[in-house]
């Protein structure tokens, strides 16, 4: 029996470590952090809050993309997903639109709100839909398809450094219209300019065709499920295991101040190549830029929020004085506390973070990079959080007034503490960034400098739940046919 470890436990590494362990390979898998789940983890706090580090909105939960794997590894008896309403809301001085999930509801919706833009609206869907087809196509492609990759993968290649900024002004005039369908850029990538209009094909088709889902209790619970079906097959999953080293053959950890090193067949890294590469003590250097990060204010609220303030969005965008994505792309070079916000109410799921239902958790979220926080002091960076913290605020009340008087605590997470909690170069959580230069790649599972090494996570097939998990089952795929 193969003896596998992995280095990390974020979603790539749990999927493909349970999926190992199912078959029958002996799994070790090492993870630093106190708990499992890399970015999907939740925390405590006083009050009976179980705070959500991450997840608002996972897409593909009953898509192909992972249905296969989440039926293998018992998920759907063990973890319970909730839909919100709709897929998100935006709002601007002069706007305010509640996007369904469903495909055909947001057409008809958009169509019906931008009628001078049908004939554009149609062509866009019809590209998100085609665009992905030819990548389900592209996953599993044989040889003559590959020979005729012009052919077959026309649509890959025509949009392969397309900005999705580009092709919105190549497609519609409406400038309204253009700031809706980005409402949720922040969800993948920082400026609608730096992100390709394949990843964004992707991952909107996703939400439209499935809609986005929340994981009730948190998504720690989700990470929980997969170690847990790691042990059941026999498997170890040892937090507090900081990897220090990984040779051909073997890896070396420090746990509770002692230097462990055990033996290994198989070694999955979940993270980035340049960090792996620099344990295994091979040379290595990295072209490509990483993704921007996330500034998170989470918040608990001693009130239900949909009690005070009735249904209202999950999901908002709150975009004051942007009137296109030219505005919000020239927001991100402003200071944070400029830049526009999502706040995600968790009061209006069934979400179980909270044990009293009178209370309820909502998180602020704007986009940030760790550059605006590195050369700071202490003190400073204190500060620092401390103003954005009542700037954000401030903001918030003017969508929900008083929203003061009802919060219980409030903390702010930057992309320094990102970094902190789960090392990754520039705090960010979604690997490289999704630009149209860097997203478009064959997902590279297995290591070109040494033969028994593979990657998964979100520096494999970009951030978020469902290419992360995606990145684990190809490892597996590919360990299991090697
Ligand atoms: C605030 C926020 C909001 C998000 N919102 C969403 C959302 O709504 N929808 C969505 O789909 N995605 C969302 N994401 C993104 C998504 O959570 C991540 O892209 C995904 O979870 C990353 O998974 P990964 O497999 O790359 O592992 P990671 O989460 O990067 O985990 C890597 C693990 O490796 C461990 N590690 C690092 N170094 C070592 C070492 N030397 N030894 C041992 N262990 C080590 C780390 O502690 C960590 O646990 C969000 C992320 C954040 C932070």
Same mark, same amino acid.
Request: glycine share 8%; hydrophobic share 40%.
């Given at each position: 029996?193969?003896?596998?470890?992995?280095?990390?436990?974020?979603?790539?590494?749990?999927?493909?470590g349970?999926?190992?362990?199912?078959?029958?390979?002996?799994?070790?898998?090492?993870?630093?952090?106190?708990?499992v789940?890399?970015?999907?983890t939740?925390f405590?706090?006083?009050?009976?809050?179980?705070?959500?580090?991450?997840?608002?909105?996972? @897409?593909?939960?009953?898509? @192909?993309?992972?249905?296969?794997?989440f039926?293998?590894?018992?998920?759907?008896?063990?973890?319970?997903?909730?839909?919100?309403?709709?897929?998100?809301?935006?709002?601007?001085?002069?706007?305010?639109?509640?996007?369904?999930?469903?495909?055909?509801?947001a057409?008809?919706?958009?169509?019906?709100?931008?009628?001078h833009?049908?004939?554009?609206?149609?062509?866009?869907? $019809?590209?998100?839909?085609?665009?992905?087809?030819?990548?389900?196509?592209?996953?599993?492609?044989?040889?003559?398809?590959y020979?005729?990759?012009?052919?077959?993968?026309r649509?890959?290649?025509?949009?392969?450094?397309t900005?999705?900024?580009?092709?919105?002004?190549?497609?519609?005039?409406?400038?309204?219209?253009?700031?809706?369908?980005n409402?949720?850029v922040g969800?993948?990538?920082?400026?609608v300019?730096?992100?390709?209009?394949?990843?964004?094909?992707?991952?909107?088709?996703?939400?439209?065709? $499935?809609g986005?889902?929340?994981?009730?209790?948190?998504?720690?619970?989700?990470?929980?499920?997969?170690?847990?079906?790691v042990?059941?097959h $026999?498997?170890?999953?040892?937090?507090?295991?900081?990897?220090?080293?990984?040779?051909?053959?073997?890896?070396?950890?420090?746990?509770?101040?002692?230097?462990?090193?055990?033996?290994?067949?198989?070694?999955?890294?979940?993270?980035?190549?340049?960090?792996?590469?620099?344990l295994? @003590?091979?040379?290595?250097?990295?072209?490509?830029?990483p993704?921007?990060?996330?500034?998170t204010i989470?918040?608990?609220?001693?009130?239900?929020l949909?009690?005070?303030?009735?249904?209202?969005?999950y999901?908002?965008?709150f975009?004051?004085?942007?009137?296109?994505?030219?505005?919000?792309?020239?927001?991100?070079?402003?200071?944070?506390?400029?830049r526009?916000?999502?706040?995600?109410?968790?009061?209006?799921?069934?979400?179980?973070?909270?044990?009293?239902?009178?209370?309820?958790?909502?998180?602020?979220?704007?986009?940030?990079?760790?550059?605006?926080?590195?050369?700071?002091?202490?003190?400073?960076?204190?500060?620092?959080?401390?103003?954005l913290?009542e700037?954000?605020?401030?903001k918030?009340?003017?969508?929900?007034?008083?929203?003061?008087?009802y919060?219980?605590?409030?903390?702010v997470?930057?992309?320094?503490?990102?970094?902190?909690y789960?090392?990754?170069?520039?705090?960010?959580?979604y690997g490289?960034?999704?630009?149209?230069?860097?997203?478009f790649?064959?997902?590279?599972?297995?290591?070109?400098?040494?033969?028994?090494?593979?990657?998964?996570?979100?520096?494999v097939?970009?951030? $978020?739940?469902?290419?992360?998990?995606?990145?684990?089952?190809?490892?597996?795929?590919q360990?299991?046919?090697?």
């Amino acid at each position: 029996m193969k003896h596998v470890v992995v280095v990390g436990a974020g979603l790539g590494g749990l999927t493909a470590g349970a999926l190992l362990a199912k078959e029958g390979y002996s799994v070790t898998i090492l993870e630093q952090h106190t708990v499992v789940g890399g970015c999907a983890t939740t925390f405590k706090r006083k009050g009976g809050y179980t705070c959500e580090v991450g997840l608002h909105e996972m @897409d593909a939960v009953y898509g @192909d993309r992972v249905k296969e794997t989440f039926a293998s590894l018992g998920v759907y008896e063990h973890v319970t997903f909730v839909q919100p309403d709709a897929f998100y809301h935006i709002a601007t001085d002069e706007l305010a639109f509640t996007m369904p999930h469903d495909r055909e509801a947001a057409i008809e919706k958009l169509v019906l709100t931008f009628p001078h833009e049908k004939k554009a609206i149609l062509e866009y869907f $019809g590209l998100l839909e085609t665009i992905t087809r030819e990548f389900e196509q592209l996953m599993t492609a044989s040889w003559w398809q590959y020979a005729m990759f012009p052919f077959v993968f026309r649509h890959i290649l025509k949009y392969r450094t397309t900005s999705t900024k580009t092709l919105m002004e190549r497609l519609f005039k409406d400038e309204t219209l253009k700031l809706i369908l980005n409402a949720n850029v922040g969800y993948y990538s920082d400026k609608v300019e730096n992100l390709s209009f394949l990843l964004h094909s992707l991952a909107q088709h996703s939400y439209y065709s $499935g809609g986005g889902w929340y994981i009730k209790g948190g998504s720690q619970k989700f990470s929980d499920h997969l170690a847990s079906v790691v042990r059941q097959h $026999g498997g170890e999953v040892i937090t507090k295991a900081t990897v220090t080293q990984i040779e051909a053959h073997a890896v070396t950890y420090m746990h509770k101040k002692q230097t462990i090193t055990i033996e290994s067949d198989i070694v999955i890294s979940n993270l980035a190549p340049a960090a792996t590469y620099a344990l295994a @003590d091979i040379p290595y250097h990295e072209k490509r830029q990483p993704a921007s990060s996330i500034l998170t204010i989470y918040i608990g609220f001693k009130h239900n929020l949909k009690t005070v303030y009735g249904e209202k969005p999950y999901a908002s965008f709150f975009f004051k004085g942007i009137h296109d994505i030219e505005a919000y792309d020239a927001m991100l070079d402003s200071a944070i506390e400029e830049r526009g916000f999502g706040f995600t109410d968790y009061s209006q799921i069934d979400s179980g973070l909270t044990s009293d239902p009178d209370k309820s958790f909502g998180v602020i979220l704007t986009t940030d990079f760790l550059v605006e926080w590195q050369d700071l002091s202490k003190e400073a960076y204190e500060q620092k959080k401390a103003m954005l913290l009542e700037r954000f605020l401030d903001k918030l009340e003017l969508e929900y007034p008083n929203i003061r008087e009802y919060i219980e605590f409030a903390e702010v997470a930057t992309a320094k503490t990102i970094q902190r909690y789960i090392k990754t170069p520039n705090g960010t959580a979604y690997g490289f960034a999704p630009t149209p230069e860097q997203f478009f790649r064959i997902p590279q599972v297995k290591s070109k400098k040494r033969e028994n090494l593979y990657f998964v996570g979100a520096w494999v097939m970009g951030g $978020g739940f469902s290419p992360t998990i995606m990145s684990g089952k190809i490892c597996y795929e590919q360990i299991c046919t090697t």
